[in-house]
Antibody, heavy 117, light 108 residues
């Protein structure tokens, strides 16, 4: 059973870079699109972007200039870096697996709360 | 970008009642890419319905989805205590992937 677990600092200072890691257990990181999704307090879910081990990436345009992602297949992990953060980036950040057969996120991490202050 | 508008914002119902949730897209979308999730407090979203009408693995048959074009509906035929949660629709197509604002189904 595949499980995802986010990790990273819960507090980031304004203008600095938010950095999170998602560890995939119970399965391989290969052959899937891995995503980051966030949920600001009281707001709707917001898709940040996806990456594939092949290097293929796609990001949500409003965030594209600040987002960097990478995958480490040896550790079965992928990472998110969001630069120049502001209070508006305060949110619960989720990693999620995209199931291309069903065109949906079929597995999610539990989420990690990041506060910018 | 395609904007998904969910209504109502909150639905107050009793266990055993039928819940009807709406998701309206700002332009016509392919039902292949219309998805519904359930989210409980402190938990990640859980996939319920994909392709507008197909139940995900392990989802009870009291959950059903329908719709096409710009109007989609999630129906919970008889609410169980564990169904009280927030429900989100989501679309992914040529535009960035987007989520609706959610409908909270609360106990009346």
């Amino acid at each position: 059973q595949v499980q995802l677990q986010e990790s990273g600092p819960g507090l980031v200072k304004p203008s600095e870079t938010l950095s999170l890691t998602c560890t995939v257990s119970g399965g391989s990181i290969s052959n899937y699109y891995w995503n980051w999704v966030r949920q600001p307090p009281g707001k709707r879910l917001e898709w940040i972007g996806y990456l594939h081990k092949s290097g293929n990436t796609r990001y949500n345009p409003p965030l594209k200039s600040r987002v960097t992602t990478s995958v480490d297949t040896s550790k079965n992990q992928f990472t998110l870096k969001l630069s120049s953060v502001t209070a508006a980036d305060t949110a619960v950040y989720y990693c999620a697996r995209w199931d291309d057969d069903h065109k949906a996120f079929d597995i999610w991490g539990q989420g990690t709360k990041v506060t910018v202050s | 970008d395609i904007v998904l508008t969910q209504s109502p914002g909150t639905l107050s119902l009793s266990p055993g009642e039928r819940a009807t949730l709406s998701c309206r897209a700002s332009q016509s979308v392919s039902s292949t890419y219309l998805v519904w999730y359930q989210q409980k407090p402190g938990q990640a979203p859980r996939l319920l319905i994909y392709g507008a009408s197909s139940r995900a693995t392990g989802i009870p048959d009291r959950f059903s989805g329908r719709g096409s074009g710009t109007d989609f509906t999630l129906i919970i035929s008889r609410l169980e205590p564990e169904d009280f949660a927030v429900y989100y629709c989501q679309h992914y197509g040529s535009s960035p992937l987007t989520f609706g604002g959610g409908t909270k189904v609360e106990i009346k």
